[in-house]
Each structure stands twice: as structure tokens, then as C-alpha cells.
């Protein structure tokens, strides 16, 4: 299979990465500091939240680093799956706050965050339908 280079990557996909891999090793690494934005009034936090963070703290890592060590159409296809995944985080992140089930600030940053994502993912999967595909042999 062969590689596209590092540099033919669009910026959008290092951004994303970025992203991805700070807020996910804060979610697997420091779960509280994250918990407290959605459940300021509980302490300790849930066992069951800390679980929840560490679970999809992995889950990002895992995704930022699929977006710098895979090329061609794996890495196309990672993108257009983070579409779906950022989407669905802003629903998500859209309907706590409307519903009122985390305070209206954390709801506005969460939704911006995942928008901010969504955004990045779906140039990312522009920039690389428009590059060279893989040469198949």
C-alpha cells in the first residue's frame, strides 16, 4: 500500500489530531478536571462518570493518533468516520444544554468544541478527496 507523505497532510487534520489527543488524554488521565465542568455540584464524582471519561478519553487518543500514522484511504476513511463521531458529539453536547441537564456555560463549550470538530473533519475529508488516491497494484 503505498504511504502519503506527512506533508500532504491538510492542516486541518494535524489540528484535529491535536484536539483530539489533548482532550482525550485529559479524559483518560485527569477525568475529574472534566467532570467537574458537567457536574460541578458532586464530590467525589461518579465512579460511574470517571468511567465513562477514561472510556472515550482512550477512544480520542486512539483517533488522533489514527489521523497521524494512517495515509491514503485509511486515513480518508478515519476522517469521513469523525464526521459522524463530531456530529453526534454536538448533538449531543446541543441537547444537554437545551434540556438543561449541564449548566448552560459547559453546554455552549462543549457544543463549540464538537463544532469546531465537526468542522475540521469534514475540510479534512475535503482536502483529501481532492488528493492523489493510492496507487493500486
Known sequence: ?????????????????GI???NGATGLLAPELLIRRFDPDRDPPSPAAVYAFRLFGIR???LGL???????????DDV???ILIHASDTVTA????????VPPRTAVLTTAISAVNTALAVSASACLANSPKDKRK
Request: hydrophobic share 50%; aromatic share 4%; no cysteine.
Open 1 to 17: 500500500m503505498a504511504t502519503v507523505p506527512a506533508a500532504h497532510r491538510p492542516v486541518s487534520v494535524y489540528v484535529l489530531a
Open 94 to 101: 446541543a441537547t444537554l444544554g437545551i434540556h438543561g441537564q
Open 66 to 76: 489514527d489521523l497521524l500514522s494512517h495515509s491514503g484511504a485509511r486515513l480518508r
Open 80 to 82: 469521513g468516520a469523525g
Open 20 to 22: 483530539r489527543l489533548f
Open 60 to 62: 480520542t487518543v486512539l
